[in-house]
């Protein structure tokens, strides 16, 4: 059973019970939780369970001020999602904005890679670093530190292990392999419109309209 429904159920039973006898201890937390890794292809970083009812694809470039809206206005949401087990994400990361000599964008999507290696971080921790970064983005700029990756990291949640790779500046992925190959499947998704940020829904095999105020709840209501 999908954990979010064993949460309701729970909820359900509860609510029909009535009073109850009181159970001394302090409450632990559920070890059954979303996780992060790579994808297979080895060029997104998957969060949330894989038996999610929804599943989209997320292509965003770390300098994308509509990259930066789309988490602004949805990434509670989001995280929400995936912590119920309602919402897995594939996050894509895009370097086309990067200029000559300026790694911002490459350095922010191997920090991505790197918290999302080994499967050790919490899906909803990664998200929240997600947004963290959108929320502190620098176009056209050098971009954050590797030390300042580290601690948005940190305070997102991300494992120290793998905060302190990120301050380290170990490398997580071939960005010209990830642009080349992500490019690749934004193409079949829509030659015509290659920008970011691009909403694909891998279970209808669609583009989402991320310009609807409701597509995330309708994707949900849909799934």
């Known amino acids: 059973m999908r954990p979010w429904l064993v949460v309701l159920a729970l ?7 009535g009073c109850a006898r009181q159970v001394s201890g302090a409450a632990q937390p559920d070890p059954v ?9 080895g060029f997104g970083v998957v969060a949330g369970f894989a038996e999610a009812p929804a599943r989209i694809e997320i292509y965003t470039e770390p300098q994308c001020t509509h990259c930066a809206d789309l988490q602004h206005d949805f990434g509670d949401a989001i ?17 086309f904005l990067d200029k000559d000599g300026n790694h911002h964008s490459e350095r922010v999507a191997n920090a991505l890679f790197v918290a999302g290696a080994g499967k050790h971080t919490p899906a909803v921790a990664f998200q929240r670093f997600v947004e963290d970064l959108w929320a502190n983005q620098d176009p056209g700029g050098l971009g954050p530190t590797d030390d300042e990756l580290a601690a948005m990291a940190r305070k997102a949640g991300v ?3 793998q905060a302190q790779q990120i301050a380290d500046g170990d490398a997580a992925v071939d960005a010209q392999a990830m642009e080349d190959m992500n490019f690749e499947f934004l193409y ?26 409701d597509w995330l709840k309708k994707l949900i209501d849909s799934a």
């Open 159 to 161: 494992p120290d292990e």
């Open 79 to 95: 995280r929400y999602y995936i912590g119920i087990g309602a919402l897995q994400v594939t996050y894509r990361p895009m370097t």
């Open 188 to 213: 079949e998704i829509d030659p015509t419109g290659t920008g970011t940020p691009t909403v694909y829904d891998l279970n209808k095999d669609r583009k989402l309209d991320v310009y609807d105020d």
């Open 11 to 17: 909820l359900t039973l509860l609510a029909g019970v």
């Open 33 to 41: 939780r979303p996780m992060t890794e790579v994808s297979k292809d």
